[in-house]
């Protein structure tokens, strides 16, 4: 079957249904004459699964080992309800902290944060665990990083794929085939380094020290 009565059967869009193919949680095969996706009933109760999981807030990391039947589903569950209970726990000491300040704090003037502040720091030693900003400013800034690299390379590899094409069909002199092929690989390399060293830096805080508390 299509993919659109994938998506209609199982409830997800086409999307969800190639991030989980991206993912290895479905492996539909393909027709050998034209290459489309020819997805089973297996396929579609195999997402039935996967989107009961994902409602469950399970990781995908854990659902593929489920399907790969190297978890069971109740040392899975018994997981993350571990987890869960945790995350609950965290939100329970959050909404105290938030009420506290609800019933003390009529302005912004009079908030004394570094009392909040402290009182959070211990809670954090005691195990609990705060929404954290930068962490998910980094991640937000990583992707953005490794997207906008991977763009420019592909369009770096397609001017090659190009340039190739076109020596195959006119044939330039070797001097200039090579000279060209060199500053394309060169901008290539570049963009690497660049995309290397520009991870580095945000991982190590260092473009904005002044976000860190």
């Known amino acids: 079957m299509k993919i659109n009565q994938v998506e209609e059967l199982v409830g997800i869009t086409k999307k969800n249904i190639r991030f ?61 309800i571990q987890r869960l209970s945790h995350e609950q726990h965290n939100l329970e000491i ?5 009420q506290m300040m609800e019933g003390k704090v009529d302005s912004i003037q009079k908030l004394n944060s570094e009392e909040y502040l402290h009182l959070m720091s211990r809670l954090e030693e005691g195990g609990a665990k705060f929404m954290n ?18 763009v420019f390379a592909l369009f770096i590899v397609a ?11 006119e044939g330039a002199p070797a001097g200039i085939f090579i000279f060209y092929i060199g500053i394309f690989a060169l901008v290539l390399i570049g963009v690497i380094v660049a995309l290397c060293l520009r991870l580095k830096e945000i991982r190590g805080g260092e473009e904005d020290e002044a976000g860190k508390y």
């Not at 001017?159 to 069909?169: D, E, G, M, Q, R």
């Open 133 to 150: 900003v930068q962490e998910k400013d980094v991640r937000r800034k990583t992707i953005g990083s490794i997207v906008a690299a991977s």
């Open 94 to 98: 959050t909404k105290e902290i938030c």
């Open 159 to 169: 001017l090659i794929a190009l340039f190739l094409w076109l020596n195959s069909v």
């Open 20 to 80: 989980y193919e991206e993912q290895g949680l479905i492996m539909p095969e393909r027709n050998p004459e034209n290459g489309y996706r020819e997805y089973t009933l297996k396929d579609v109760e195999q997402l039935k699964k996967v989107k009961l999981f994902r409602q469950l807030a399970l990781p995908i990391e854990q659902i593929r080992a489920l399907l790969a039947d190297e978890i069971s589903v109740d040392r899975c569950l018994e997981e993350h």
